[in-house]
C-alpha cells in the first residue's frame, strides 16, 4: 500500500497558476504509475493527468493539455502538478492516486489501488 498526501491547494484569479505535490510513502517501489483526478461539487471525478514511471511518458486530459504538467521524481517519492492559465472550470478537489498494475493506459479511476485524501483548488473569475 502506498499512503498519498496532497498539498499546494488555494484561491487562485483565473490567469494565474498553482503547483500541488502528492508526497507518497510506504510501497512506493511498487507503483507503476501515478496520477492526477479531479473532483467538482455534482460531478464524477475525472483523470487529470498520469505519468508512467518506466518510459517518464505521461498523458493528458484534452481539457488540461497544453496548460497543465505533470511531473515527479525517480525514485516515486513525490508527485507534482503545475497548473498554469487556470480558469474558474478548474476549480475542484484534486486527488492523487497511485496504480499497481500494469495498464495499456491510466485514465481510468478504477485503475488506481491507492488514493489521497485531496486539496481543494478554487479559480475565481
Known sequence: QVQLVESGGGLVQAGGSL??????????????????FRQAPGKER???????WSAGSTYYADS??????ISGD???ITLYLQMNS????????????????????????WKYDD???GTQVTVSS
Request: glycine content about 6%.
Open 19 to 36: 503547483r500541488l505535490s502528492c508526497a507518497a510513502s510506504g510501497r512506493t517501489f511498487s507503483s507503476y504509475a501515478m496520477g492526477w
Open 64 to 69: 488540461v493539455k497544453g496548460r497543465f504538467t
Open 74 to 76: 525517480n525514485a516515486k
Open 115 to 117: 488514493w489521497g485524501q
Open 86 to 109: 487556470l480558469k474558474p472550470d478548474d476549480t475542484a478537489v484534486y486527488y492523487c492516486a497511485a496504480a499497481s498494475r500494469i495498464y495499456r493506459d491510466y485514465s481510468a479511476a
Open 46 to 52: 475525472e483523470f487529470v493527468a498520469a505519468i508512467r
